[in-house]
């Protein structure tokens, strides 16, 4: 496995803010969801620009202020203090999770030689909600849902998107896939015969549920 300076970042990269608005004509979306607002200014302002309803979540107290700041002119996006699953399944994960041992991996990770530590602090103790990605995102609306949250949770959060009642309204958007955040999930897509549609830059791409 490589650790790496992960530094190609989606939201500066053309063909996202192009795909995104060509996703929201061709398949109707009506609002969009993520996880991992960070400081607002990567793909939640991309988002916030479209003018759609926008719900983006993030569990730490410091992110998030410093989000709503940078958002504060987008009355479009709603910004919630949230765990996008229940904080202690998502720390059993990461503790559990065998892929740092697999060595022939040739996938990115954070954390230098203790990246579960990293990953688990980054989630934090905070009491705040949990399980808002659920609450949020499967519902009946046609909706663009962009999986970006910790990295060791990545595909936690991409299997409770895979498990929704409400997934043939979905488009689904991942960010580092050549990272553990989302190196399964790609793989799963793929041995399901789902199309995924990888961008240039090989950082992030799509796929399309919707019926």
Known sequence: MKNMNYTIEMSSDPEFSETVDKIIKQFEIQSIVETGAFHGLGSTMVFAKTGLPVVSIECSQENFNIARSN??????????????????DMKTFINGDDIYQQKDLDIEYDGNDDPKAFYIKELGNNQIPENMLRYMADTPERQIVLLDSAGGVGWPEFMEFMDFANLKNKILML????????HRSVNLLKQMGITFNSCATGRWGWANFTA
């Open 175 to 182: 960010d580092d896939v050549q990272h553990v955040k989302h």
């Open 71 to 88: 958002l504060a002119t987008y009355p479009n996006v709603n910004l919630i203090l949230s765990y996008s699953l229940k904080n202690e």
